[in-house]
């Protein structure tokens, strides 16, 4: 079981539609996978549900149980979403009520809660991918002590990038703080056009610096918005659009990565209906 967290400073950058639609590409591939609403705008669980439907969720159906200490059951906490192989773990704007600054210095009972809660929940699935706040707070902090490894969508533009090196920062902060590293599984350009040459030279320039930046690139489509507006993963609104195949080759990407790091299976499962 791999859980992954994906991160960037820098809002608007792809996080959470990237979370969505690879966790419907590895749904679609066979795994078990749960994606985790850890972003107190709890975007994730609107796309899913349908935003007067997480507004309704209790506290205690959310991530905010782990946080607090709630006593529910892991398995109350697990929410379908009605695609096969994908289940949620709902959002919940109370949940940076938790946040502070500087949360590498708080109880490191605090800093473990949500690695707590996502062991205890992570049983049975096979990928758990963790949507986080544009900060570097306690939540997003929470979420790299839990992680196996950490994915950084950015866009193709310097203020996309600029979060990048914090982001890094982080990870070998935890290094320093909890005596583990979170290995970084790839740097993922989002909202990418090839017709662009400001696009291209900022790939260019970013793959030169950093040696983790994927081949696979997200492309600017309007097929995201609108999957998300009909709250489906792309491979469950337009299977066959290009959008779907460039997902695709991240999910493949990222298998590979992480089967690197010896937390899947080097072979994928094959993808199901």
């Keep these: 079981m791999a ?10 950058v792809g996080k959470t539609s990237t979370t969505m639609h690879l966790g419907g590409a590895l749904a679609r591939r066979g795994l078990r996978v749960l994606v985790a609403d850890n972003d107190p705008q709890s975007s994730l669980t609107k796309g899913l549900l349908g935003v007067e439907a997480a507004r309704a969720l209790d506290l205690s159906a959310t991530i905010y149980a782990l946080y607090a200490e709630l006593p529910v059951p892991p398995e109350e906490l697990v929410r379908a979403t009605g ?10 704007p109370h949940t940076g009520d938790f946040n502070v600054p500087r949360p590498h210095r708080v109880d490191p009972a605090d800093q473990e809660r949500l690695l707590d809660g996502l062991l205890d929940l992570a049983t049975g699935f096979d990928v758990v991918l963790v949507d986080c706040a544009p900060s570097l707070q306690l939540n997003t902090w929470a ?8 994915l950084i969508p950015t866009q193709p533009e310097l203020y996309g990038g600029q979060g990048l090196a914090e982001v890094r920062d982080w990870c070998y902060l935890v290094e320093q703080v909890r005596g583990r590293m979170v290995p970084i599984a790839g740097i993922v350009v989002t909202m990418f056009n090839g017709r662009r040459a400001m696009h291209k030279l900022f790939v260019e320039r970013l793959r030169a610096e950093y040696p983790d930046v994927l081949d ?3 492309p600017e489509a309007t097929e995201f918005p609108e999957a998300i507006y009909e709250r489906k993963p792309i491979h469950w609104f337009k299977p066959r659009s290009a959008a779907a195949r460039a997902v695709d080759a991240l999910a493949e990407e990222v298998l590979a990565r992480l089967a690197t790091l010896g937390l899947v299976a080097p072979a994928g499962a094959k993808e199901v209906a």
């Design 3 to 12: 859980i992954v967290s994906l991160v960037n400073q820098k809002g608007g």
């Design 83 to 92: 695609f096969a192989g994908l289940s949620l773990l709902a959002g919940s």
């Design 143 to 150: 979420a790299l002590i839990a992680a196996d490894a950490a």
């Design 216 to 218: 696979a690139v997200i």
